[in-house]
């Protein structure tokens, strides 16, 4: 049916869906929805274990009874290698020392693997090496065993290095995704969205200048010292990729619970609100390399709070929601203007908005 | 942020939540015609504090959702030539073609760079002179000026190998084609501030005399959503037909003159497919004839290919007002933001996908 208006009512339909299940794109690297679908299609399945299994960010692994391990591995691209706040080397130790102590570990040992590309500089690597070896030492890690392989010009992005981190998990401390309770309160360590745009800008795609500096940081002392007040902490986890609202999305799966964020409280600097307003990007969804967010007993909450703003990497802590026995799985966000939204994990790869 | 923390004051937004609240009597139908507003809406949950008379429908006014389908096969095409450079603004990347979209292209090797400005795509046409570099020139009336002015640097620059793919629409022949379809039930307009911003909105008041429906020039923040709804309100209330501004900051009668200038300058109205809806004649712009050289589709040899589009999917339906993404049997099951039937779940300003991040 044509009106005379020229619109086609009858025949409106859109075109098939695209589920990009033949071959990889950057979506699948974007740490959000597709990201989780390749892991539970493509590597779940194959590996099948109970350590893999809980989706924590590092595997809790006990070798005998008398020890619990963690464990994990973080492979690390970043262009440009060096940007303000950090480069590839600082965000290759502390990225695993942060994912090794979210299950309340201490981080002892890293191990890297670098892939060189053909015709790097040898300063360049110089460079990348002696910020490992200050952030290694600042985390308190030492890095025990290394492999290089060399690719050819073109092949790699100047350098790729991939960190693998164990700790010994604190004594008493039961940690993970899964173990968040109806009532906790929701912790977010300092603002967010800082790495991600340090990084944009650093590629000079932003078209301005800003002093925003990427947040990386190794983030056990921290840790450390709120396990020291409360050892009753459920959960522990560093928003990185997909940002704070996909790690939120996580852990609602995870515990089967749901997560009631105030969107009033959460800090963000205002360079980094100014150009995500300019570029169309949410700061929710932008990573930190140096955050973490804490889900503990809600009277335990000033006590944590306290003691986490006293140390260099918890200065911003603040208080930002509470855990929920409902809407199971999802994460509600209320808004600046007092109404409620769902907030959901990002979907593929973030693309700024148009207009 | 300031200009910005002022327009999201929880207070001012309640003040006028509440004025609108004291104003309606009766139920109505307004359409936000921009995604950006769309966007905001959802985003700050501003539908759920209005009054249960006002029904908020959504607009077809995102230009990647209502890009057609065989613009985007051509862009396929275009992109996946290797001596192509293909520049685009992100959102478009996730729009399906036929069977592709721009990320298998690039994953199938293809040079796809998402760019923040036009100017940016001539600055690589001029840092490649061995490439053929080609912008996605999408947008309404918002993104035009700078799409011109990227023409208008090549030529003063003398680039030979810049050249933009159109796929320019317009808002008013939209509200027309709108407001004369026999199912019709929009009752006022929120007009694209943005949109305004550059044409100021002279357009509009023979489209108000024409079809006795009132039109507010609206803004993006809450602040502004809401005091666009209130001026409306008001209007139909007051049985007063007229085109009201509430987002005097950015928006003048004349809009910006030697924008618009640059546009009739490069550009030239003509017929415009907008994918769902149709054809709706005069809706778009297009390169004019003296441009040809910057023309993509005529530089490239590209030929349209039909497809087969999901049955499921009611896109066309949202983009005209006539039903809600959660009216859709496919919402949230078979069409996702990642798995998208339809370009409204594909940008993240279209409607489906504001509903899907926003309200689950």
Request: charged residues 20%; negative net charge.
């Amino acid at each position: 049916m044509k009106d005379e208006g020229g619109m086609n009512i009858e025949s409106a339909v859109c075109a098939p869906p695209l589920p990009h299940g033949e071959q990889i794109v950057m979506g699948h690297g974007a740490g959000g929805r597709m990201s989780r679908r390749l892991i539970e299609q493509a590597f779940l399945p194959a590996f099948q274990n109970p350590a893999l299994s809980a989706g924590n960010d590092a595997a809790l692994v006990m070798p005998d009874s008398r020890q619990r391990l963690s464990i994990s591995t973080d492979a690390h691209v970043v262009s440009p290698l060096f940007f303000p706040g950090g480069d590839i080397g600082r965000l290759a130790v502390c990225g695993t020392v942060n994912d090794v102590a979210m299950l309340g570990a201490r981080p002892l040992y890293l191990t890297a693997g670098f892939i060189l590309e053909e015709g790097l500089p040898m300063a360049t690597l110089q460079r990348v090496i002696e910020s490992m070896r200050l952030a290694a030492e600042e985390a308190g890690v030492q890095i025990v065993a290394g492999d290089t392989k060399v690719v050819q010009k073109g092949k790699a992005d100047g350098l790729y290095i991939t960190t693998t981190g164990v700790g010994v998990v604190r004594e008493g401390v039961e940690v993970g995704g899964a173990n968040a309770r109806a009532g906790d309160a929701v912790i977010l360590s300092g603002t967010i969205g800082d790495h991600g745009i340090a990084v944009l800008g650093a590629r000079g795609e932003l078209g301005f200048e800003s002093s925003i500096r990427s947040d990386v940081a190794p983030l056990n002392h921290l840790i450390e010292a709120v396990l020291d007040v409360c050892p009753n902490v459920h959960v522990l986890r560093d928003p990185t990729r997909g940002g704070l609202a996909t790690t939120l999305n996580e852990i609602a799966l995870q515990s089967n619970l749901g997560i009631l964020l105030d969107e009033q409280t959460l800090p963000v600097h205002p360079q980094v609100a100014a150009a995500c307003e300019m570029l169309g990007f949410d700061p929710l969804y932008i990573a930190n390399e140096g955050k973490l967010v804490c889900m503990v007993p809600r009277e335990e909450a000033e006590k944590v709070l306290g003691v986490m703003r006293k140390t260099r990497y918890g200065e911003g802590a603040v208080l930002i929601g509470e855990v929920a026995a409902e809407p199971k799985g999802c994460v509600l966000l209320k808004t600046v203007i007092g109404s409620t939204r769902v907030l959901d994990m990002l979907a593929g790869e973030m693309l700024p908005r148009i207009c | 942020m300031k200009y910005v923390t002022e327009y999201r004051d929880a207070a001012l937004v309640k003040g006028v939540i509440e004025e609108i609240r004291r104003t309606v009597t009766r139920p109505w139908t307004l359409m936000e015609i921009c995604g950006g507003q769309t966007h905001a809406i959802v985003r700050h949950g501003i539908d759920q504090l209005l009054p249960r008379e006002i029904e908020l429908v959504h607009g077809p006014g995102c230009p990647v959702c209502v890009t057609p389908l065989e613009l985007i096969d051509k862009a396929l095409a275009i992109a996946s030539r290797p001596d192509v450079i293909f520049c685009s603004y992100g959102d478009m990347l996730r729009v399906p073609g036929s069977g592709r979209d721009l990320f298998s292209v690039r994953a199938q090797g293809g040079d796809v760079r998402v760019v923040y400005s036009p100017l940016d795509a001539v600055s690589l046409a001029e840092q490649n002179p061995e490439k053929q570099v080609v912008f996605f020139a999408i947008g309404f009336e918002t993104t035009a000026p700078p799409n011109v002015m990227s023409v208008l640097q090549a030529q003063r620059r003398g680039l030979k190998n810049f050249s933009i793919l159109v796929s320019h629409v317009r808002v008013p022949p939209a509200i027309e084609a709108i407001l004369s379809s026999p199912t019709n039930r929009v009752q006022g307009f929120l007009l694209a501030g943005h949109v305004c911003a550059v044409m100021g909105y002279w357009e509009y008041p023979p489209l108000v005399e024409r079809f006795k429906v009132p039109m507010t020039v609206t803004g993006f923040e809450p602040l502004d959503v809401v005091q666009g709804i209130l001026v409306t309100v008001q209007m139909l209330e007051a049985g007063r037909v007229e085109v009201a501004n509430a987002y005097q900051r950015a928006v003048t009668f004349e809009g910006l003159k030697p924008a618009q200038a640059a546009i009739n300058r490069v550009f030239m109205e003509c017929d415009r497919k907008w994918r769902g809806i149709g054809e709706i004649p005069m809706s778009g712009w297009c390169l004019r004839p003296e441009f040809d050289e910057f023309n993509a589709e005529k530089r490239f040899d590209v030929e349209a290919v039909c497809a087969e589009e999901s049955p499921l999917c009611i896109a066309g339906q949202i983009l005209q007002g006539l039903k809600k993404p959660l009216d859709c049997p496919a919402f949230g099951k078979e069409c996702t933001p990642e798995r998208p039937l339809g370009a409204t779940m594909v940008s993240s300003e279209g409607a489906c996908a504001a509903y899907y991040k926003y309200k689950g």
